[in-house]
Nanobody, 118 residues
Framework: VQLQASGGGLVQPGGSLRLSCAAS????????PAWYRQAPGKQRELLAN???????NYADSVQGRFTISRDTAKNTAYLQMNSLKADDTAVYYC?????????????WGRGTQVTVSS
């Protein structure tokens, strides 16, 4: 199983990006997607997560600006990021609970860089 995060890039303040996290491999289902970020010199921060039942939770720093979602048919999770600020500059990571025919485990994707700058 591999998770591939994508969609990062350079965006101006106030702009938007949508990050994707696609799981590939022998997958039966995905669940509990979460997004984190880590800025230089800072600890990794949990931004958003979704429970098995679909309830979403957000860090105060992104509440109202970021939206987590998932497409179970595509084994993909998303993070829609709006009203981006310079402070949102970081490497963004995703994680998911992935069930295969053999086991259920949490997996992490490689980070994708988001830079907010004019």
């Amino acid at each position: 199983v591999q998770l591939q995060a994508s969609g990062g890039g350079l965006v101006q303040p106030g702009g938007s990006l949508r990050l994707s996290c696609a799981a590939s491999g022998d997958i039966f289902k995905i669940n509990n997607p979460a997004w984190y970020r880590q800025a230089p010199g800072k600890q990794r921060e949990l931004l958003a997560n979704m429970t098995t039942g679909g309830e979403t939770n957000y860090a105060d720093s992104v509440q109202g600006r970021f939206t987590i979602s998932r497409d179970t048919a595509k084994n993909t999770a998303y993070l829609q990021m709006n009203s981006l600020k310079a402070d949102d500059t970081a490497v963004y990571y995703c994680s998911m609970l992935v069930t295969t025919t053999r086991a259920t485990n949490y997996y992490w994707g490689r980070g994708t860089q988001v830079t907010v700058s004019s």
